[in-house]
């Protein structure tokens, strides 16, 4: 955790320095860049309540499917003697394809929250610097502008990352805690 807490706030302070250098640099490609990270954040931000919501209803689906097959298994006696074989099977199979779904959908939108950012900023990069656009800033500029953006970009990753697996580890230390407690 302390690890984890560390880089977090590492990557933030490098993207903050970073930023301040572009704003030193060119104010104007400050303000996009900020601009672009907002709007980022906002579809983030929507993209990760959804990704919560449909992994909290692929688990209930997950205990579902598995109470029904528990259920069947331990009563199949019974379900031979009155021929429910076809109904429970069936109705197995559908909480199985539900379920299913539900973990595609789940992974689309995990690569949507990493793709969607990517994607946008090679759009707006090609719209920019295509061959017959004018762009201001001579060469050498233009690359030291493109190295301090890749310097956010990569500082607001470690930054990400690093907390995700902040995040990753605390949920680990309640869920032992809730075990321990449970032996108690």
């Known amino acids: ?39 980022t954040a906002i579809v983030i931000a929507f993209l990760v309540r959804s990704v919560i919501r449909i992994n909290l209803l692929s688990a209930e689906l997950s205990r579902e499917a598995t109470t029904t097959f528990v259920e069947g298994l331990n009563s199949l006696r019974s379900i031979r003697s009155l021929h429910h074989e076809p109904y429970l099977s069936t109705t197995y199979a559908e909480q199985m394809r539900r379920y299913t779904r539900a973990l595609l959908k789940l992974d689309i939108l995990k690569s949507s929250v990493r793709t969607i950012p990517a994607i946008f900023l090679l759009l707006i990069a090609v719209a920019f610097l295509r061959p017959s656009a004018y762009v201001s800033l001579e060469n050498a500029k233009l690359l030291a502008a493109t190295f301090i953006v890749m310097r956010i970009f990569t500082a607001l990753g470690q930054m990400v990352g690093a907390a995700s697996q902040l995040v990753t580890d605390i949920r680990s230390i309640n869920d032992i805690g809730s075990l321990i407690q449970l032996t108690n």
């Open 1 to 39: 955790i302390a690890t984890s807490l560390l880089q977090s706030i590492v990557g933030m302070l490098s993207a903050l320095v970073a930023l301040l250098i572009l704003y030193k640099f060119s104010p104007m490609l400050f303000v996009g860049v900020v601009g672009f990270l907002i709007l």
